[in-house]
């Protein structure tokens, strides 16, 4: 029983254990389930697993308000929904690295599934650097918070990169300079093995893993943005990791049915930006206001607005558009 109550990162231990027990579960549901088989998902599919994901999120975050209180409650969801928002501007990159590498939609899945465990260990390791700069030093979060703030204002200026970037990157051309990949997919697998120049057979990595590799590079350079995002919501590392789990995990069910009307959402990175510079803006505005901490019905209130705007807005000025097939 000791070992329950021992502190992890200023919670007990039973607490993590809870809740690392939940999302393995939910993987071991999702892979071997729900997708024990290769298919392709549809949209009501995709809106079926997502609507079922964000249920649980939530109810997970009723657990955080009974065990820890109102606050840390309305911190959870405040963290949760700006996660989830920035996590969907991961679609439009993904998107595009499954179309620069000719992924079909039927293994799709299988990659996002397997880049959901590197994510799960990338922002374990960046929230708890996160966590321990800020409670040793305090001015870092307002170095986040500026961070945040001219992230926001190069992503409102800023174009989405190509599908041409992307298989420009200079470290997927790296790891095809030192690992042989093969020309064509080998089904689900990520390596398969080919004839190499001496006419020999040896281990290829396939389409499959390059697309895999990709994504998450992909996510080192999103988790840059969003690991700041919710430290600016929240110092809490169980609410800052959880929160952030649990949005990405409830995006790669929800990715089917974004990519099929990617292009009805226009304006989201606009929308997206404005609501950095604002989670940056009120960390340097709560001691000017003589706040300990901006209030957080206000964050979640005001994070709500300025996404609903921009989906709202996004959806009348592509009205006479059609869905992407």
């Known amino acids: ?35 024990r088989k290769d298919h392709e998902i549809g949209v009501r599919e995709s809106l079926s697993l997502s609507a079922m994901y964000i249920a649980i999120a939530l109810a997970f975050g009723g657990f955080v308000w009974w065990e820890l209180g109102s606050e840390s409650g309305l911190e959870y969801v405040t963290g949760f929904f700006i996660e989830k928002s920035l996590a969907m501007d991961n679609v439009f990159v993904i998107a595009m690295i499954f179309g620069a590498f000719s992924i079909p939609r039927l293994y799709q899945h299988r990659v996002l599934f397997w880049g959901i465990l590197g994510v799960i260990l990338l922002r374990a390791g960046m929230i708890a650097g ?11 979060l307002y170095l986040f918070a500026a961070f ?61 893993f390059l697309a895999l590799v990709t994504i998450e590079l992909a996510d080192v350079v999103f988790a840059v943005d969003s690991v700041p995002a919710i ?24 990715y089917f049915a974004l990519a099929a009307v990617i292009n009805r959402f226009a304006y989201l990175k606009q929308a997206l930006a404005v609501l950095l510079v604002f989670i940056g803006g009120k960390v340097f505005a709560a001691p000017l206001l003589g706040l300990e901490k901006f209030p957080p019905v206000i964050s979640l209130g005001v994070t709500a607005v300025i996404l609903a705007a ?4 996004s959806l009348w000025k592509t009205r006479d558009q059609t869905s992407a097939p």
């Open 1 to 35: 029983m000791e070992i329950l109550l021992a502190d992890w990162l200023g919670k007990p231990a039973w607490m993590w254990l809870g809740f690392m027990g939940v999302v393995v579960t939910l993987l071991a549901l999702d892979l071997g389930v729900l997708n």
């Open 130 to 140: 996160g966590a321990a700069l800020v409670s040793r030093y305090e001015w870092v």
């Open 148 to 208: 945040l703030i001219f992230t926001g204002i190069r992503m409102f200026v800023s174009k989405h990169e190509t599908e041409q970037d992307i298989a420009d990157n200079p470290i997927l051309n790296w790891v095809r300079r030192h690992v042989p990949v093969t020309q064509e997919l080998h089904g689900h697998a990520f390596f398969a093995r080919e004839k190499n120049k001496a006419g020999r057979l040896a281990l290829h990595a396939t389409p499959l």
């Open 231 to 254: 430290f600016a919501i929240t110092t809490d590392p169980y609410i800052v990791y959880t929160s952030n789990i649990f949005a990405i995990l409830g995006l790669r069910a929800l």
């Open 310 to 313: 921009g989906v709202f807005w």
